[in-house]
């Protein structure tokens, strides 16, 4: 089974008109790529109509059991303020981590209203996700996620599962070195086989090896994520299987790290 654990539902270069319309698209594109499970990261800007919030994509998902959520704090607009409702949806099993957006918002890693979150993810043992790299066209807003600020949350925090999304393209390497030794550091593949991602972060060759080495380093923390309707969900796949992984390691990053990082019931 593949577990894609990235995407959102989401109006992108004209490919739906509306959200529904854009869930609908995304039970197509899953199942038409054989992905039995996923999770859906909700977008922290409330009420969108081009993005799906927590309240919108709980509506989407219904009944299905299949498909998963995380949380996704406002840290510039209500500080630590939504930790109640955080620690409630995570006890009740309604999302299974949390995700933070530095880059995307102007706050570091290390933000202190951040820090309430990490001791609820801590004791609840429930991973933390961090945006991290370059967004594209904006290459300066990579400073906000400097791995070497994720590195610091690991220590501080030894027990949290802590994983990094977009390997901080284009300076992968950098990212590989300044982690390799922390083991509470996990990673997701979202965006790596994206056509920018891979011209600006050294070409397919470099991204393979940094995969490579990063699953033989942590083979049950590398999991499956590809960051649609963004990135494309069959290139992913196709990256993952060009590494000559063998079928216990691609059962590890396509599906069972995910559901044991994540405690996925599927
Ligand atoms: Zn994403």
């Given at each position: 089974m593949i577990i894609d654990s990235h995407v959102h539902i989401s109006l992108y270069n004209d490919n739906a008109k509306s959200l529904p319309?854009?869930?609908?698209?995304?039970l197509q594109e899953i199942e038409r790529n054989e992905i039995g499970a996923a999770i859906i990261i909700p977008d922290n800007i409330k009420g969108s109509e081009n993005i799906a919030d927590?309240?919108?994509a709980i509506e989407l998902i219904g009944e299905r059991k299949n498909l998963f959520l995380l949380g996704s704090p406002q840290i510039i607009q209500?500080?630590?303020?939504?930790?109640?409702?955080?620690k409630k949806l995570l006890e009740e099993g309604k999302i299974k981590g949390i995700k933070f957006f530095p880059g995307h918002d102007p706050y570091y890693p290390t933000d202190e209203r951040c820090?309430?979150?990490?001791?609820?993810c801590e004791k609840l043992d429930v991973p933390v996700l961090f945006h991290t790299g370059e967004n594209s066209g904006?290459?300066?807003c990579a400073k906000w996620n400097d791995p070497k600020y994720i590195v610091e949350i690991a220590q501080k925090y030894p027990k949290l599962k802590v994983i990094i999304t977009h390997y901080?393209?284009?300076k992968m390497d950098y990212c590989y070195e300044i982690t390799k030794d922390v083991p509470n550091i996990y990673f997701e593949t979202a965006a790596m086989a994206d056509a920018e991602v891979i011209e600006k972060s050294?070409?397919?060759e470099k991204v393979r090896e940094i995969l490579q080495k990063t699953?033989?380093?942590?083979?049950?923390?590398?999991?499956?994520?590809?960051?649609?309707p963004m990135c494309k969900i069959d290139d992913h796949i196709k990256l993952v299987k060009s590494l000559g992984l063998g079928v216990e390691l691609e059962n590890k990053v396509f599906s069972e790290n995910s559901i044991n990082i994540y405690k996925l019931l599927v």
């Open positions: 319309d854009a869930f609908g698209l995304f927590l309240e919108k209500r500080g630590s303020g939504e930790l109640e409702k955080y820090l309430p979150y990490y001791e609820l904006d290459s300066e901080y393209w284009p050294g070409g397919i699953i033989a380093d942590r083979p049950d923390k590398v999991i499956f994520g590809t960051d649609w």
